[in-house]
């Protein structure tokens, strides 16, 4: 989590291919990261550098010497990383610090898009900071609506008589019953514990449950206080 004016710790990150002599770093994390974040490169039997980020792209991170500026031939110096490899365990890390200070004065100019465009932009990107096209679709959350419930109606000839039923993986809700109301019931989640660990169902009242996930099982086991009830069972599932 970024705190408030300060960038939080990182834990190592493992180098995911070998450093190159330009400063290259590949991670799998390396949206963890931010530039001008001063950064902490480790190998196996090699000394520790302290380095700064220069630029983030393409899944990779590029490092430089601490408060250095480029030119227009070199716009970021570099550190030569070609002794950090991933055969040492090379790694990179980031003490908790004050974020990198922006003048006021820049924000608008790092948000305005120039001609053609002429305008300040607000343009919809990933947690990396990469804009959202075809290569790198939106993620949308698919919520599928239920479909009309089954109905399942299953005897209760004895008392105090644990009775099983299984919900279907694509379960989403259900509704559990007494037929007319004419006995208490009693429900759990655990086999033989119908009559430990449950829940009362009332009589003339109604359980229902919303928003599972029986993908991996779920059982319910009941019984009913009075014998020859029935029990009533709406299951919706997705479509």
């Not at 229902?208 to 014998?227: C, H, M, N, R, W």
Request: hydrophobic content about 35%.
């Amino acid at each position: 989590m970024t705190l408030e004016q300060k960038l939080s710790k990182i834990e190592k990150q493992f180098f995911t291919a070998d450093g190159n002599e330009s400063g290259v770093v590949s991670i799998k994390e390396h949206c963890l990261f931010r530039v001008k974040q001063k950064v902490i490169i480790d190998a196996d039997g090699l000394p520790s550098l302290n380095a700064e980020i220069k630029r983030i792209t393409n899944n990779t991170i590029i490092v430089g010497p601490i408060n250095t500026q480029g030119n227009l031939s070199t716009p970021y110096p570099t550190i030569d990383l070609s002794t950090y490899i991933v055969a040492l365990n090379a790694s990179i890390r980031a003490p908790e610090q004050l974020n990198p200070y922006v003048p006021v004065q820049e924000i608008e100019r790092f948000v305005y898009e120039e001609e053609p465009v002429v305008a300040n932009r607000q343009i919809l990107v990933d947690k990396c900071g990469d804009f959202y096209d075809n290569g790198n679709p939106l993620p949308v959350t698919n919520n599928p609506s239920p479909n009309s419930p089954t109905i399942t109606n299953i005897h209760i000839p004895s008392a105090n008589t644990e009775h099983s039923f299984i919900l279907p993986k694509d379960a989403t809700r259900f509704l559990f019953k007494v037929r007319d109301g004419k006995s208490k019931a009693k429900i759990s989640y655990q086999q033989n514990a119908s009559n430990i660990e449950y829940m009362t169902i009332s009589m003339g009242s109604s359980f229902i449950e919303s928003g599972i996930d029986a993908s991996d099982g779920i059982t319910l086991y009941f019984q009913t206080v009075k014998p020859n009830m029935y029990v009533e069972i709406l299951v919706w599932s997705t479509i």
